[in-house]
C-alpha cells in the first residue's frame, strides 16, 4: 500500500518561509517514473494544485499564483519531495497535500494517483 506523509506545516507571518516535506513509502505503486505533486485545500474552497515534479525533476510545473515564490523538489535517495514557500501570504494559508501521480503534467489538471493526508499552513497578516 503507498503511503504519503507530509511534514512541516505550521505557522508562519506574511514574508517568511516554510518547507514541507512529503515522503513515500510502501509497495504497490512504481516508484520510478512516478511524478510527485502538491495540492492545498482552503477553508470553503475546492482543493487546488499548487506544483508538480517529474520523477528525474526535469520537469516542474506551479500554479501562477506560487510561481516565483515555491519551490518544489524531491531526492530519490530518500524518497522524499519538498516544498519550499517563501514570501508566504495569508492567501496561502490551507491545508497542503501531498500527491503521486503518473504525470506531472497531468497532475497540474488534477490527475492522482494517492493523496497524502495533508500538513496545515497559517500564515498571519
Known amino acids: 500500500q503507498v503511503q504519503l506523509e507530509e511534514s512541516g506545516g505550521g505557522w508562519a507571518q506574511a514574508g517568511g518561509s516554510l518547507r514541507l516535506s512529503c515522503v513515500l513509502s510502501g509497495g504497490g505503486f512504481s516508484r520510478y517514473g512516478s511524478a510527485m505533486g502538491w495540492f492545498r485545500q482552503a477553508p470553503g474552497k475546492e482543493r487546488e494544485f499548487v506544483s508538480s515534479i517529474s520523477f528525474t525533476s526535469a520537469y516542474e510545473y506551479y500554479a501562477d499564483s506560487v510561481k516565483d515564490r515555491f519551490t518544489i523538489s524531491r531526492d530519490n535517495a530518500k524518497s522524499t519531495m519538498y516544498l519550499r514557500m517563501n514570501s508566504l501570504e495569508p492567501g496561502d494559508t490551507a491545508v497542503y497535500y501531498c500527491?503521486?501521480?503518473?504525470?506531472?503534467?497531468?497532475?497540474?489538471?488534477?490527475?492522482?494517483?494517492?493523496w497524502g493526508q495533508g500538513t496545515q499552513v497559517t500564515v498571519s497578516p
Open positions: 500527491a503521486a501521480g503518473q504525470n506531472a503534467q497531468a497532475m497540474g489538471g488534477g490527475v492522482v494517483s494517492f
